[in-house]
């Protein structure tokens, strides 16, 4: 059994994860807000705490930045772990097995490719479209890590060079800038947007100024009609569908899966997002790349981290 | 010995290269203007015939397209050639040898990589700025080739997808559309250029209607302060800046080395390049990404092409 890890900033959640890839049993806690290090650190240790016997290995997301493969992290939504060393930590906490970390994006993109919409794909781009956007990158079947870890950055292609909105790296007109979920949600409203979809019990939950917006409620409005948001949804497709072309051309890929809070926005995202790509990637080869929802669901960060070690053979990380 | 072969519109070269790449005995012919496919397989013939004695394996560099790895050619500039089977016509007349084939601008990066400048980069794109723009991909000390032997095509990455211009792909705003030489001549003419510079003798040779404009014409006259010709070069810098941003963070490279006829423009090409490099290319991770021109000259083809069968281990080819 391997024991997996996946870190994030509302979340942390583990399972062990056996052989096939399957999570057999898994526990998550919300990640406490404003937590000091070693907090966050003990609310992790105490999640995993049940699952540790038996375990052969352990596989770790986690957001980014990190250093690679020596995993101190620094999620941008963890302020509590700046330069932490988690892999160092687990390590010591599970001696004489291997423990192996990397960015949670690229897990996605392994488990996809190894469970997913991307099995049997030989060159895919796994993409995490959310908060942010991020990406793992499988080439010739294998994970391509980078030299720091960080290929698969696609969320940093550049769609909007001249005037695209700024963005949070410091540059402006990356893809991130333009398609994360909370961006769009500032363009929509700053366009007129009355966010107005239905809650979780079904009924019309009407706009509470009070009330975070978010991409996802936007996909909903989109695929209710509501026009800003179906604007904005365009503009989200489109800037995808372009910055896939240009991946497409430069790594030769066949498949783009693309999971997140914004894969299940349907047509209204995937429509503008289809129409960009096949007007820019015109290359011969470039026509048979196929864009496809990512199949695994909130899983697949636990999925993934389990197969750098139990598929390490294609998704080596030192 | 290995006997390279590096076929372009303009000019056909072969060569004896030894165990450390270097080219032993050369020989080079015009590429015949408007001629059939078999005329042009002669034309190729006769200019390996002298250099086959004693060799171990064949290694090829073509313009593209082809399929791949099974090398039917249809160079874009060389139209009798479609669909030519240069590498099985090859293999008859060297059988139980080796011979394998790639796009040329694959070649001039893998030999960039091999033994110029490029050395000792893990992740690198090696490009080539010419009447076309091309590359390849080395990640983790590999040649990416990509499903259908296509990776590396910097040149159809999106870098104006507002308004940009046409591309011979059929897309627009590619940055081959915006940096290839002939692109930029006819900006620079359009905008007043009157190409200037020295003739071959260090004269002032001044424009003649009747004479083709190139990139290396306006990059001269760049050099030399023509306003107009600084503008179109700071035109291509920025747009070849912008896609390597974009590459950069799609593939952690450490490293991009640009040949081809503009790798000599110097500032009036570089100072723009990193301008907006550095603008764009923000995450710390990418940071490290340094740009460089390509150190061996007209060579590169030939020592690529060999390093297909000489250097296979990194250069994987099938």
Same mark, same amino acid.
């Given at each position: ?13 583990? %399972? ?17 807000? @404003? %937590?000091? *290090? ?11 705490? $049940?699952?540790? +016997?038996?375990?052969? /290995? ?20 963890? $302020? ?14 599970? $001696?004489?097995?291997?423990?192996? =970390? ?15 919409? +991307?099995? !049997? ?19 010739? /079947?294998?994970? =391509? ?9 696609? !969320?940093?292609?550049?769609?909007? $060079? @001249?005037? +695209? ?17 909370? &961006?769009? %949600? ?30 996802? &409620? ?12 179906? %604007?904005?949804?365009?503009? *989200? ?6 910055? =896939? ?12 899966? =693309?999971?997140? +809070?914004?894969?299940?926005? /349907? ?8 129409? *960009?790509?096949?007007?820019? *990637? ?37």
């Amino acid at each position: 059994m391997i024991l997996a890890i996946d870190v994030g900033g509302t979340k942390m959640a583990a %399972a062990l994860v056996d052989a096939d890839g399957i999570p057999q049993r898994a526990a998550r806690v919300a990640t406490p807000l @404003d %937590a000091d *290090a070693e907090t966050l650190w003990k609310t992790l240790a105490d999640l995993v705490e $049940p699952l540790c +016997g038996g375990v052969d /290995g352990v596989g770790v997301g986690c957001g980014g930045p990190m250093t690679w493969p020596d995993g101190e992290v620094s999620p941008l939504n963890i $302020p509590g772990w700046r330069g932490f060393p988690l892999r160092a930590r687990l390590a010591a906490r599970f $001696p004489g097995i291997p423990v192996r =970390i990397h960015n949670d994006a690229v897990c996605v993109a392994v488990a996809e490719h190894w469970q997913g919409a +991307g099995r !049997g794909s030989a060159d895919m781009l796994g993409m995490v479209v959310s908060t942010g956007v991020g990406g793992g990158l499988i080439l010739g /079947g294998r994970l =391509i890590n980078g030299g720091t870890g960080n290929a698969g950055h696609i !969320g940093h292609v550049v769609v909007a $060079p @001249d005037g +695209g909105p700024p963005c949070g790296c410091g540059g402006h007109g990356c893809l991130e800038a333009v398609a994360r979920g909370p &961006a769009l %949600a500032a363009w929509a409203l700053a366009h007129g947007w009355t966010p107005n979809s239905a809650g979780p019990d079904g009924r019309a939950e009407p706009y509470r100024e009070d009330r975070a917006v978010t991409g996802r &409620a936007l996909a909903a409005d989109a695929l209710a009609g509501d026009e800003v948001a179906v %604007a904005a949804m365009r503009r *989200a497709g489109r800037a995808l569908g372009i910055a =896939i072309a240009s991946a497409t051309h430069l790594c030769d890929l066949d498949l783009v899966t =693309i999971g997140g +809070g914004l894969s299940q926005a /349907g047509e209204p995202l995937f429509g503008p997002l289809e129409e *960009a790509l096949r007007e820019h *990637a015109r290359m011969d080869f470039a026509r048979r790349v196929k864009v496809t929802p990512a199949s695994l669901g909130q899983e697949a960060g636990l999925v993934g981290a389990a197969a750098l070690i139990l598929a390490a053979e294609s998704y080596q990380a030192p």
